[in-house]
Protein backbone atom coordinates (compact mmCIF):
# COMPACT_ATOMS: atom_id res chain seq x y z
CA UNK A 1 0.00 0.00 0.00
CA UNK A 2 1.10 3.55 -0.25
CA UNK A 3 1.83 6.04 2.27
CA UNK A 4 0.46 8.85 3.20
CA UNK A 5 2.47 12.70 4.15
CA UNK A 6 1.71 10.99 7.94
CA UNK A 7 3.05 7.57 6.90
CA UNK A 8 -0.38 5.91 7.33
CA UNK A 9 -1.08 3.39 4.58
CA UNK A 10 -3.89 4.22 2.24
CA UNK A 11 -5.68 1.23 3.60
CA UNK A 12 -5.48 2.03 7.37
CA UNK A 13 -6.31 6.28 6.71
CA UNK A 14 -9.43 5.19 4.63
CA UNK A 15 -10.44 2.69 7.49
CA UNK A 16 -10.48 5.19 10.44
CA UNK A 17 -12.05 5.99 12.26
CA UNK A 18 -13.49 2.41 13.76
CA UNK A 19 -16.30 2.01 10.99
CA UNK A 20 -19.65 0.84 11.77
CA UNK A 21 -21.09 -0.38 8.84
CA UNK A 22 -24.83 -1.00 7.73
CA UNK A 23 -25.78 -3.75 5.72
CA UNK A 24 -28.37 -2.20 2.71
CA UNK A 25 -31.70 -4.04 2.32
CA UNK A 26 -35.33 -3.12 2.02
CA UNK A 27 -35.60 -2.13 5.66
CA UNK A 28 -33.38 1.02 4.55
CA UNK A 29 -33.88 1.42 0.97
CA UNK A 30 -34.61 5.33 0.93
CA UNK A 31 -32.19 8.44 0.63
CA UNK A 32 -33.90 9.68 3.91
CA UNK A 33 -32.88 6.54 5.95
CA UNK A 34 -29.62 6.57 4.47
CA UNK A 35 -29.20 10.32 5.44
CA UNK A 36 -30.50 8.92 8.93
CA UNK A 37 -28.03 6.09 9.02
CA UNK A 38 -25.27 8.59 8.78
CA UNK A 39 -26.18 11.09 10.82
CA UNK A 40 -26.61 8.21 13.62
CA UNK A 41 -23.09 6.90 13.46
CA UNK A 42 -22.67 4.48 10.32
CA UNK A 43 -19.56 5.40 8.50
CA UNK A 44 -19.91 2.28 6.34
CA UNK A 45 -22.39 0.29 4.33
CA UNK A 46 -21.81 -3.45 2.87
CA UNK A 47 -23.67 -4.57 -0.36
CA UNK A 48 -24.59 -7.79 -0.38
CA UNK A 49 -23.24 -9.64 -4.23
CA UNK A 50 -25.21 -13.04 -3.48
CA UNK A 51 -28.17 -10.84 -4.11
CA UNK A 52 -29.26 -8.76 -6.92
CA UNK A 53 -27.27 -7.54 -10.44
CA UNK A 54 -24.28 -5.81 -10.83
CA UNK A 55 -26.47 -2.57 -11.98
CA UNK A 56 -28.53 -3.06 -8.79
CA UNK A 57 -25.31 -3.17 -6.67
CA UNK A 58 -23.96 -0.28 -8.52
CA UNK A 59 -26.73 1.81 -8.62
CA UNK A 60 -27.14 1.63 -4.45
CA UNK A 61 -23.16 2.51 -4.38
CA UNK A 62 -24.42 5.60 -6.30
CA UNK A 63 -27.01 6.49 -4.34
CA UNK A 64 -24.63 6.24 -1.36
CA UNK A 65 -21.95 8.37 -2.64
CA UNK A 66 -24.36 11.12 -3.98
CA UNK A 67 -26.06 10.90 -0.33
CA UNK A 68 -22.24 11.44 1.49
CA UNK A 69 -21.11 13.90 -1.20
CA UNK A 70 -24.15 16.03 0.10
CA UNK A 71 -23.83 16.08 3.33
CA UNK A 72 -19.84 15.75 3.42
CA UNK A 73 -19.59 12.63 5.50
CA UNK A 74 -17.49 9.70 4.86
CA UNK A 75 -18.81 6.05 4.16
CA UNK A 76 -16.82 3.19 3.43
CA UNK A 77 -18.60 0.59 0.91
CA UNK A 78 -17.85 -2.92 0.89
CA UNK A 79 -18.61 -5.39 -1.63
CA UNK A 80 -19.72 -8.68 -0.39
CA UNK A 81 -19.17 -11.83 -2.79
CA UNK A 82 -21.47 -14.77 -1.61
CA UNK A 83 -19.17 -17.63 -2.42
CA UNK A 84 -20.40 -21.13 -2.31
CA UNK A 85 -24.15 -21.16 -0.93
CA UNK A 86 -24.95 -25.05 -1.15
CA UNK A 87 -29.08 -24.42 -0.50
CA UNK A 88 -32.33 -27.09 -0.26
CA UNK A 89 -34.54 -26.95 -3.48
CA UNK A 90 -37.59 -25.35 -3.88
CA UNK A 91 -41.24 -27.86 -3.17
CA UNK A 92 -44.49 -27.47 -1.40
CA UNK A 93 -46.05 -27.04 0.91
CA UNK A 94 -43.14 -23.96 2.09
CA UNK A 95 -43.41 -25.36 5.79
CA UNK A 96 -42.25 -28.50 7.19
CA UNK A 97 -42.30 -30.05 10.17
CA UNK A 98 -39.81 -32.75 11.42
CA UNK A 99 -39.65 -34.47 15.02
CA UNK A 100 -37.01 -35.38 16.43
CA UNK A 101 -36.08 -39.12 15.33
CA UNK A 102 -37.38 -38.58 12.00
CA UNK A 103 -35.66 -39.98 9.19
CA UNK A 104 -34.41 -37.45 6.38
CA UNK A 105 -32.56 -37.48 3.37
CA UNK A 106 -31.00 -35.74 1.11
CA UNK A 107 -30.43 -36.17 -2.71
CA UNK A 108 -28.61 -34.45 -5.77
CA UNK A 109 -30.09 -31.14 -7.74
CA UNK A 110 -31.24 -33.67 -10.74
CA UNK A 111 -33.49 -35.44 -8.15
CA UNK A 112 -37.15 -34.05 -7.29
CA UNK A 113 -37.78 -33.90 -3.50
CA UNK A 114 -40.24 -35.83 -2.18
CA UNK A 115 -42.17 -34.71 0.71
CA UNK A 116 -43.67 -37.90 1.84
CA UNK A 117 -40.60 -39.68 2.61
CA UNK A 118 -38.89 -36.49 3.90
CA UNK A 119 -36.29 -36.87 1.12
CA UNK A 120 -35.07 -33.32 0.18
CA UNK A 121 -33.51 -32.34 -3.24
CA UNK A 122 -30.17 -29.84 -2.82
CA UNK A 123 -28.53 -27.40 -5.15
CA UNK A 124 -24.59 -29.47 -5.17
CA UNK A 125 -23.83 -32.61 -5.43
CA UNK A 126 -20.39 -31.75 -4.06
CA UNK A 127 -22.33 -32.42 -0.75
CA UNK A 128 -22.83 -36.13 -1.28
CA UNK A 129 -18.61 -36.65 -1.42
CA UNK A 130 -17.69 -34.60 1.14
CA UNK A 131 -20.06 -35.59 3.85
CA UNK A 132 -19.21 -38.69 6.17
CA UNK A 133 -21.63 -40.53 8.55
CA UNK A 134 -21.44 -38.82 11.89
CA UNK A 135 -21.64 -35.04 10.31
CA UNK A 136 -24.31 -32.74 11.60
CA UNK A 137 -26.00 -31.32 8.56
CA UNK A 138 -27.66 -27.52 9.97
CA UNK A 139 -30.50 -26.53 8.01
CA UNK A 140 -30.94 -22.72 7.48
CA UNK A 141 -30.02 -20.93 11.25
CA UNK A 142 -30.32 -24.43 13.44
CA UNK A 143 -34.07 -24.38 12.63
CA UNK A 144 -33.16 -28.35 12.35
CA UNK A 145 -29.80 -30.80 12.69
CA UNK A 146 -29.54 -34.08 11.58
CA UNK A 147 -27.03 -36.63 12.18
CA UNK A 148 -25.62 -38.59 8.96
CA UNK A 149 -26.24 -42.21 9.13
CA UNK A 150 -25.73 -42.87 5.68
CA UNK A 151 -23.86 -41.70 2.70
CA UNK A 152 -23.52 -42.35 -0.78
CA UNK A 153 -22.79 -40.49 -4.56
CA UNK A 154 -26.57 -40.11 -4.23
CA UNK A 155 -28.28 -40.38 -0.87
CA UNK A 156 -27.36 -38.84 2.51
CA UNK A 157 -29.31 -40.29 4.77
CA UNK A 158 -29.93 -39.19 8.74
CA UNK A 159 -31.74 -38.34 11.49
CA UNK A 160 -33.37 -35.70 13.14
CA UNK A 161 -31.73 -34.15 16.48
CA UNK A 162 -34.12 -32.08 17.02
CA UNK A 163 -37.65 -30.99 16.50
CA UNK A 164 -37.55 -28.66 13.47
CA UNK A 165 -38.79 -27.28 10.48
CA UNK A 166 -37.32 -27.78 6.43
CA UNK A 167 -37.96 -24.50 4.61
CA UNK A 168 -37.69 -24.15 0.59
CA UNK A 169 -34.05 -22.85 -0.48
CA UNK A 170 -32.62 -22.91 2.91
CA UNK A 171 -28.81 -22.76 3.35
CA UNK A 172 -27.19 -26.55 4.28
CA UNK A 173 -24.01 -26.70 6.12
CA UNK A 174 -21.94 -29.29 7.52
CA UNK A 175 -20.38 -29.08 11.16
CA UNK A 176 -17.15 -29.81 11.76
CA UNK A 177 -16.34 -31.60 8.43
CA UNK A 178 -14.01 -31.82 5.86
CA UNK A 179 -16.91 -30.27 3.73
CA UNK A 180 -16.59 -26.45 2.95
CA UNK A 181 -18.03 -24.03 0.61
CA UNK A 182 -16.05 -22.47 -2.51
CA UNK A 183 -14.53 -18.83 -1.57
CA UNK A 184 -14.64 -17.99 -5.44
CA UNK A 185 -17.20 -19.40 -7.43
CA UNK A 186 -17.79 -18.31 -10.85
CA UNK A 187 -20.21 -15.69 -9.99
CA UNK A 188 -17.92 -14.42 -7.72
CA UNK A 189 -15.12 -14.25 -10.21
CA UNK A 190 -17.32 -12.06 -12.71
CA UNK A 191 -18.60 -9.67 -9.44
CA UNK A 192 -15.18 -9.04 -8.59
CA UNK A 193 -13.93 -8.63 -12.48
CA UNK A 194 -17.29 -5.86 -12.30
CA UNK A 195 -15.72 -4.14 -8.82
CA UNK A 196 -12.00 -3.68 -10.46
CA UNK A 197 -13.94 -1.42 -13.03
CA UNK A 198 -16.27 0.35 -10.51
CA UNK A 199 -14.34 3.25 -8.45
CA UNK A 200 -17.91 2.69 -6.12
CA UNK A 201 -16.36 0.34 -3.89
CA UNK A 202 -13.42 1.33 -0.84
CA UNK A 203 -13.03 -2.85 -0.09
CA UNK A 204 -14.05 -6.33 -1.06
CA UNK A 205 -15.21 -9.42 1.77
CA UNK A 206 -14.89 -12.89 0.66
CA UNK A 207 -17.22 -15.33 2.15
CA UNK A 208 -16.20 -19.07 2.84
CA UNK A 209 -12.57 -17.85 2.87
CA UNK A 210 -10.70 -21.65 3.62
CA UNK A 211 -6.78 -20.78 2.44
CA UNK A 212 -4.78 -17.61 1.94
CA UNK A 213 -4.60 -18.72 -1.84
CA UNK A 214 -8.44 -18.01 -2.18
CA UNK A 215 -6.92 -14.10 -0.78
CA UNK A 216 -4.39 -14.31 -3.78
CA UNK A 217 -6.85 -15.38 -6.14
CA UNK A 218 -8.94 -12.25 -5.63
CA UNK A 219 -6.02 -10.24 -5.70
CA UNK A 220 -4.91 -11.32 -9.29
CA UNK A 221 -8.47 -10.82 -10.70
CA UNK A 222 -8.70 -7.43 -9.11
CA UNK A 223 -5.48 -5.99 -10.98
CA UNK A 224 -4.88 -3.52 -11.78
CA UNK A 225 -6.74 -1.74 -8.97
CA UNK A 226 -5.42 -2.45 -5.40
CA UNK A 227 -8.99 -3.08 -3.04
CA UNK A 228 -8.81 -3.88 0.58
CA UNK A 229 -9.68 -7.63 1.60
CA UNK A 230 -11.59 -8.58 4.55
CA UNK A 231 -11.61 -12.37 4.82
CA UNK A 232 -14.85 -13.44 6.37
CA UNK A 233 -13.52 -16.33 9.00
CA UNK A 234 -16.97 -18.92 8.95
CA UNK A 235 -15.54 -22.02 8.45
CA UNK A 236 -13.72 -24.93 10.47
CA UNK A 237 -10.57 -24.89 7.57
CA UNK A 238 -10.30 -21.07 8.14
CA UNK A 239 -10.04 -21.72 11.72
CA UNK A 240 -7.09 -23.97 10.96
CA UNK A 241 -5.50 -21.91 8.50
CA UNK A 242 -6.22 -18.92 10.60
CA UNK A 243 -2.69 -17.05 11.05
CA UNK A 244 -1.66 -17.19 7.10
CA UNK A 245 -5.25 -15.99 6.06
CA UNK A 246 -4.89 -12.80 8.40
CA UNK A 247 -1.20 -12.25 6.93
CA UNK A 248 -3.05 -12.02 3.73
CA UNK A 249 -5.08 -10.07 3.95
CA UNK A 250 -6.13 -6.34 5.09
CA UNK A 251 -9.13 -7.10 7.74
CA UNK A 252 -10.74 -10.28 8.48
CA UNK A 253 -14.19 -10.92 9.81
CA UNK A 254 -15.46 -12.70 12.86
CA UNK A 255 -18.74 -13.94 10.58
CA UNK A 256 -20.32 -15.63 13.66
CA UNK A 257 -23.83 -16.50 11.56
CA UNK A 258 -22.07 -19.22 9.33
CA UNK A 259 -19.10 -19.69 11.80
CA UNK A 260 -21.49 -20.96 14.84
CA UNK A 261 -22.88 -23.60 12.39
CA UNK A 262 -20.38 -24.59 10.78
CA UNK A 263 -18.25 -25.69 14.36
CA UNK A 264 -19.51 -26.40 17.65
CA UNK A 265 -21.41 -23.33 18.62
CA UNK A 266 -20.17 -23.70 22.36
CA UNK A 267 -16.86 -22.89 20.66
CA UNK A 268 -17.72 -19.67 19.42
CA UNK A 269 -16.32 -17.41 21.76
CA UNK A 270 -12.68 -19.42 21.63
CA UNK A 271 -13.06 -19.35 17.71
CA UNK A 272 -13.92 -14.88 18.31
CA UNK A 273 -11.11 -14.94 20.47
CA UNK A 274 -8.38 -16.54 18.25
CA UNK A 275 -9.61 -14.63 15.24
CA UNK A 276 -8.52 -11.34 17.37
CA UNK A 277 -5.58 -12.62 18.56
CA UNK A 278 -4.23 -13.48 15.10
CA UNK A 279 -5.39 -10.00 14.16
CA UNK A 280 -3.86 -8.09 16.70
CA UNK A 281 -0.55 -10.34 16.55
CA UNK A 282 0.03 -9.02 13.23
CA UNK A 283 -1.46 -5.86 13.29
CA UNK A 284 -4.53 -6.65 11.17
CA UNK A 285 -7.63 -4.43 12.13
CA UNK A 286 -11.06 -7.70 12.93
CA UNK A 287 -14.76 -6.71 12.51
CA UNK A 288 -17.10 -8.29 14.62
CA UNK A 289 -20.79 -9.62 13.03
CA UNK A 290 -23.64 -11.02 13.29
CA UNK A 291 -26.77 -10.92 15.70
CA UNK A 292 -24.85 -7.56 17.25
CA UNK A 293 -28.53 -5.99 17.95
CA UNK A 294 -31.05 -7.82 17.02
CA UNK A 295 -32.85 -7.76 20.18
CA UNK A 296 -34.06 -4.05 18.64
CA UNK A 297 -36.90 -5.78 16.88
CA UNK A 298 -38.25 -6.33 20.03
CA UNK A 299 -36.99 -3.92 22.51
CA UNK A 300 -36.23 -0.04 23.12
CA UNK A 301 -32.75 -1.10 23.62
CA UNK A 302 -30.09 -4.34 22.47
CA UNK A 303 -30.45 -7.26 25.26
CA UNK A 304 -28.89 -7.15 28.25
CA UNK A 305 -27.04 -10.40 26.83
CA UNK A 306 -26.19 -8.09 23.42
CA UNK A 307 -24.77 -5.43 25.33
CA UNK A 308 -22.35 -7.30 27.06
CA UNK A 309 -21.36 -9.37 24.17
CA UNK A 310 -20.41 -6.41 22.45
CA UNK A 311 -18.83 -4.66 25.17
CA UNK A 312 -16.57 -7.34 25.58
CA UNK A 313 -15.28 -7.84 22.17
CA UNK A 314 -14.51 -3.84 21.75
CA UNK A 315 -12.46 -4.10 24.85
CA UNK A 316 -10.93 -6.85 23.45
CA UNK A 317 -9.57 -4.80 20.22
CA UNK A 318 -12.17 -5.02 17.61
CA UNK A 319 -11.99 -2.80 15.02
CA UNK A 320 -15.23 -2.33 13.24
CA UNK A 321 -18.51 -3.94 13.41
CA UNK A 322 -21.34 -4.86 10.97
CA UNK A 323 -24.54 -4.82 11.66
CA UNK A 324 -26.63 -7.50 9.16
CA UNK A 325 -29.88 -8.19 9.80
CA UNK A 326 -30.47 -5.49 11.76
CA UNK A 327 -30.36 -3.12 9.59
CA UNK A 328 -31.42 -4.98 5.90
CA UNK A 329 -34.20 -6.42 7.48
CA UNK A 330 -34.79 -5.62 10.66
CA UNK A 331 -37.56 -2.98 11.76
CA UNK A 332 -35.53 -0.43 13.86
CA UNK A 333 -32.98 0.24 11.39
CA UNK A 334 -31.90 3.63 12.75
CA UNK A 335 -32.14 2.57 16.29
CA UNK A 336 -29.68 -0.32 16.11
CA UNK A 337 -27.29 2.24 14.32
CA UNK A 338 -27.51 4.77 17.02
CA UNK A 339 -27.42 2.24 19.85
CA UNK A 340 -24.48 0.21 18.50
CA UNK A 341 -22.50 3.88 17.66
CA UNK A 342 -23.20 4.53 21.66
CA UNK A 343 -21.48 1.04 22.23
CA UNK A 344 -18.49 2.14 20.13
CA UNK A 345 -17.73 5.14 22.06
CA UNK A 346 -18.18 3.70 25.02
CA UNK A 347 -16.10 0.32 25.19
CA UNK A 348 -13.82 0.86 22.54
CA UNK A 349 -10.35 -0.47 23.49
CA UNK A 350 -8.53 2.87 23.99
Not at 24 to 32: A, E, F, L, N, Q
Not at 44 to 63: N, P
Request: with cysteine; aromatic share 6%; glycine share 8%.
Amino acid sequence: MNETSDGTSDMEYRFMPMPLWFTYGPSIDDKGLIEQALAAGANGCRLTFSYGTHELQGARAQKIRQITDRLNKPCLIIADLGGEKIRLGDFLPAHIEIKQGDVVSFCPPENNTDIASMRFSTTSRKLFHQVAVGNRIIIGDGSLSVIVDTVNSNHIGGTAINDGSVNPNRGVTVAGSEFHPASLTNKDIDDLAYIATSPLFDAVALSFVSMPSDISQAREILQPRKMPIIAKIETEQALRHLESIVEQSDLVMAARGDLALAIDWIELPDAVRRIGLAAATQKKPWILATQIASGMDQYAFPTRAEICDLAHWLSQGAAGILLTSETAFGKRPIEAITAVARMIERWKAK
